[in-house]
């Protein structure tokens, strides 16, 4: 359309020379043909879809060139698109409104049917609630009750407090849990008294001491301990503890000397190697530092006289083996360890503590006695103590002896010897007398 003017208005230019006026107006013919076809063009991109006011503003559109081409058929197409778009959609507006209704009605068929359902089933469930309640608080509890006292009568009463305490207080159960471990404790009380009968004093002396006092069980048990530290070498075994000797432990010298716990580490035919539970004692390996041997050694001699005249009776002493003690090597300084003893009471070698001790498991504490003699008291509670076995040997005649530290732990280069340690005493003794 632009191009057209543009020559149109160059032939209008040149006046009457030669047809330019006529083609002057030819061109603006075809200028006037082209706008109108955009127009119908851009009438035509708009016929699409199911949107109304698209076709709408193409009717606009074609009436701007009413007349041309087929501008007013297309009108009559958008008018017919238009009523045919509003009526479907009336239709579907009609189908809404129709389901709407439909589902309207069904629901208050459905509430009424709930209704009637709720009115018929609410007293079916409050009568099953009420059911429920009579069979938790009462039917149950009742029967569980009953089995509980069937096993009372019975006398089975560590099974019927576990139903009582399931009970949580109902009737007199918790009556009931009182009068059962009152029975039990009776019976363990009785079952003691009869084993002690029997002859079976450490089961009979064990049964009394877990009573705590019920009763007279404190003073049956002093009644019998005695024997019962004699009969319990007899059935003792390793990791037990037993009583034998006295030795002054708890630091208080007016009442006089504490019974002496023994560690059980072996059990051989009718003997038993035993070990002091705690250290006893505060003293040097030797009084020279020469004496750094176990076959030499002070200490060697201290237990096998002080300590062994101060310690036991002279029929306890009858229990107390001689034994051949072996002069072990240190397995990690090639110190002398002298020659084999022989000896009532000794000391552990590193060997020995590695056979009979778990790893790390050798520690130990002290007694007060044993601690008001100066030995050092770790964090742990326990205390650093002597072995047999030699230690590191040192230039200028300083020599060492072997102990196991306050972790458990073997210290093979050890101690000086002229250094006070703790002592646990060690011995096999007879269970055959």
Known sequence: ELSYNSVAEKFIALGEYKDSQSLAEQCKENAETCRKDSILADGKSKINGTVVTHYEEAIKIFQTISGWRDADELINVCQRKIDEIKAKEEADRLERERKAELARIEAEKAAKKRKKIIAIVTPVICACIAFVIILITVIIPNFKYNSAM???????????????KALNGYKDSENKIA???AAITDNKYNSAIADIKKGNIVKG????IALNGYKDSAEKANEIYEKYKTEIFKVAEIGDIIFFGTYEQDNNTKNG???IEWLVLAKEDNKLLIISKYAIESQKYSSFSSGYTWENCSLRKWLNKSFF???????????????TISADENPEYSSDAGNDTEDKVFLLSTTEVKKYFESGNAQCSGTAYCYSRGIKKSENGNCWWWLRTPGRNTYGGYYCAAGVGSDGSISYEGNGVNIENAVRPAMWIDISK
């Open 179 to 181: 009068e059962c471990e």
């Open 150 to 164: 069937e096993l009372y009568e019975a006398q089975k009463y560590d099974a019927a407090i576990t139903d009582f």
């Open 257 to 259: 000397k504490e019974d």
């Open 309 to 323: 005249d101060n310690a036991f009776t002279p029929d306890e002493k009858e229990y107390i083996l001689t034994s």
């Open 205 to 208: 002396y064990k049964g009394l």
